[in-house]
């Protein structure tokens, strides 16, 4: 099953504001799960995970606001 989430051409404010909230998202999830019964390496894997998407947050702000024209999103959801 897949879901279209988004699809579009925005600006880039726009886009990284979408963009943003989606893995603003996924880190709140990790820090929950940190929260909750986590063993030692699950905490360090989601410790590390978010470092990941915040690393990718902000190179994607990098590139998507050198941008001057419109910037094309798409977000699939895809449950197999």
């Known amino acids: 099953m897949e879901i279209q989430l988004i699809k579009g051409e925005f600006n880039s404010q726009d886009a990284v504001e979408l963009i943003a909230q989606m893995i603003h998202i996924k880190i709140k999830y990790h820090e929950r799960k940190i929260n909750s019964h986590s063993n030692e390496e699950d905490i360090k894997?989601?410790?590390?995970?978010?470092?990941?998407?915040?690393?990718?947050?902000?190179e994607l702000r990098k590139i998507i606001n050198s941008k001057t024209?419109?910037?094309?999103?798409?977000?699939?959801?895809k449950v197999d």
Do not use: D, H, P, W
Request: proline share 0%; hydrophobic share 40%.
């Open 45 to 58: 894997t989601r410790e590390t995970k978010i470092k990941e998407l915040q690393k990718e947050l902000i």
């Open 69 to 77: 024209q419109s910037v094309k999103v798409e977000v699939i959801i």
